[in-house]
């Protein structure tokens, strides 16, 4: 895991020539034609009081605006702004939400992060599903002759109750293990497939520790805090700050095998992050925060809305919003590193002294 930076330790500095989208003459709802230049491949943190305009900058001009680029040949076309020089570097745009993983009680960890393939092929290759001639098909719980007919691989069965919410209840045919008797005859290292999507992370990452391709996403998966999560777990059932964290560690393994792959670089990807802290105990967000500095260490660039201050006091460089809220804001009121915020004196300025202060004295 990434060490945390000590906030007044330098931070990746900001050259006045270094790359940076320029937005000019951004004017949607409350913003006062502004002007600013966003820093690349660093850690850029968006903030001000409620009503300043930091969301309308970040997602609805800057994101808005640069989704084209992710539809390659698209040209750009301004809307609530003058236009953004600088784009060109970038390869991809991602916003990481918490909207859920997936709509069905199918979607879970393992396959939407990908590495359910991999254990797929790992249990096509036993001897007992070799004997038998299966493939990696036979162990998917969304189609095929493996699942359980009962339930159709979702584990659950849902009771309509007239004029009551529905209720869902374990299948009582493979007792929520997804998978029919003959397909859950194949074991791996003692184990058939159910069971390993009833494992924990925290579990699965000694299991699988020999498969670095599995391991890796798993220990990810640890260090944002998820080592909680069956690999199997539905996802209505996750959290959206659990989900958007699941969203970064996806993208995480993707930096890792962009390096691996014949040592070519990641395309480079500009990610935007509204206030992904909401909800998050301490230890959490700490952890949080690591995993940021590892997408910009990884090449990429990311933008956090964000008014936790131990994030904005991480952050590599700082745009202010404001000064005040609605009309009083729609301003860039200060720009620069956490500690030029502090000299400036804005509300976030005076905010973030405290946590510097503490920091330092620690």
Known sequence: AHPLRHPLQPRRPVEPTAPALQLKGASLHNLQQVHV??????????????GSG????????????????NSRGAKPHWQGLDGIDGWQVID???EVDQTPIGKTPRSCPATYIGFWDTIRKLFADTLEARARGWAAGRFSFNTGEGRCPACEGQGIRTIEMSFLPDVKVHCETCN??????????ATWRGKH?????????????????????????????????????????????LS???????????????VR???????????HTLYVLDEPTVGLHM??????????????????????????????AEADWVIDMGPEGGTGGGKVAAAGSPDEIVKRKTHTGVALKGVLHRATSA
């Open 54 to 69: 930091k969301s309308t900058l970040a997602r609805d001009v800057l994101l808005a605006n640069l989704q084209f680029i």
């Open 240 to 254: 959206g700050g659990e989900a958007q964290r699941i969203k970064l560690v996806t993208e995480l393994s993707k």
């Open 37 to 50: 230049a966003v820093p690349l491949h660093r850690l850029v943190a968006v903030t001000g009081v409620s």
């Open 92 to 94: 991809r745009v991602l």
């Open 176 to 185: 929520g293990m997804r998978f029919n008797p003959e397909t859950l005859a």
């Open 257 to 267: 095998d962009d390096i691996t792959r014949r040592g070519q670089k990641a395309p």
């Open 283 to 312: 230890a959490d967000v700490d952890k949080l925060i690591r995993v940021l500095h590892r997408l910009v260490d990884g090449g990429h660039s990311v933008i956090v809305i964000e008014h936790d201050l131990d994030v904005i």
């Open 193 to 237: 497939i159910g069971d390993v999507l009833k494992m924990e992370v925290d579990e699965a990452v000694e299991f699988f520790a020999s498969m670095p391709s599995i391991a890796h996403p798993l220990r990810l998966l640890q260090d944002v805090g998820l080592g909680y999560l069956t690999l199997g777990q539905p996802s209505p059932t």
